[in-house]
């Protein structure tokens, strides 16, 4: 469970080489960099927003965790 001030990131490389960031229990937190470097400056400028802009607990869910699935 995320604490009050750490947060899990998801990153994902898209076509364009640019990572991805989001962070699942504040839906539609998300940024991107062209390194992990700025993307991790760019998404705590976004967590922090996000969080002036909406009440956390209206909208936070709880980050259970990542699973791989075979079809």
Not at 17 to 46: D, Y
Request: net charge negative; aromatic share 6%; hydrophobic share 40%.
């Amino acid at each position: 469970m995320d604490s009050a001030n750490e947060f899990m990131m998801v990153v994902e490389k898209d076509a364009s080489g640019w990572l991805v960031g989001s962070i699942p229990s504040l839906p539609g937190c998300h940024t991107q960099g062209k390194t992990l470097e700025e993307l991790s400056k760019r998404m705590k400028e976004a967590i922090l927003l996000y969080l002036e802009a909406e009440d956390p607990d209206d909208r936070r869910v709880e980050f259970v965790g990542i699973h791989r699935i075979a079809v």
